[in-house]
């Protein structure tokens, strides 16, 4: 089953895994379909819905290289307000992935040190985290995996967050936008007495 969600973008389930998945509800879907960057075609794998919500999901995208993976991630984290840091990096087998690398939220700190309780911290211990997997393609391969060789890039995310997203609280402690950063630096530039 094919879904347009915009002109460029394209939304497919795939028949191999979800055959006996529950039906998304049509709020559930336009949710997380907000949060998806335009212009990619998806394979919609496995999901699991808890109130109302997308919150696990498996993706599958026609992306076959780290640097597409790395932009589609930085789209995705611009789109949906999130902001993740790296939990940890994987070797580069060689054999089967080109590319694996784990996130976190960065609502999970981690800190060594309790806060004191009369300020705000930005540890909220959310346990929201992705996975990404560039499978590596051949012509002619031994692999059991039965998905379409065009769709290369695994997405695994648990996009269930333990605070509200758009809220000003949870925005204050996202990275400083790199237009912005380009600006100071032209500023600073056009007014350094030389």
């Not at 998806?36 to 997308?54: A, D, E, M, W």
């Not at 939990?87 to 806060?115: E, M, W």
């Not at 925005?171 to 400083?176: C, G, P, Q, T």
């Amino acid at each position: 089953m094919k879904t347009m969600v915009s002109q460029s973008t394209e939304l497919t389930r795939c028949t191999v895994c979800n055959e006996d998945a529950e039906p998304l509800t049509c709020e559930a879907y336009l949710k997380f379909m907000a949060f998806l960057p335009p212009n990619y075609k998806y394979c919609l794998c496995n999901y699991t819905v808890q109130n109302g919500n997308i919150s696990c999901i498996s993706l599958r995208l026609p992306i076959s290289t780290e640097e597409g993976a790395r932009t589609w991630f930085s789209q995705f984290q611009e789109k949906s307000l999130t902001t993740m840091r790296v939990d940890r990096t994987h070797p580069l087998s060689g054999r089967k992935n080109v590319f694996k690398i784990s996130y976190r939220c960065q609502h999970l700190t981690r800190s060594k040190a309790t806060a004191n309780e009369k300020f705000a911290t930005k540890n909220t211990n959310c346990r929201a985290s992705a996975l990404i997997t560039v499978k590596r393609t051949v012509k002619y391969s031994r692999s059991t995996d039965r998905h379409d060789k065009e769709y290369a890039m695994v997405v695994k995310m648990n996009f269930d967050h333990n605070h509200v997203l758009e809220s000003a609280d949870a925005l204050r402690y996202r990275d400083v936008a790199h237009s912005t950063v380009q600006k100071f630096i032209q500023l600073f530039i056009a007014f350094c007495p030389a």
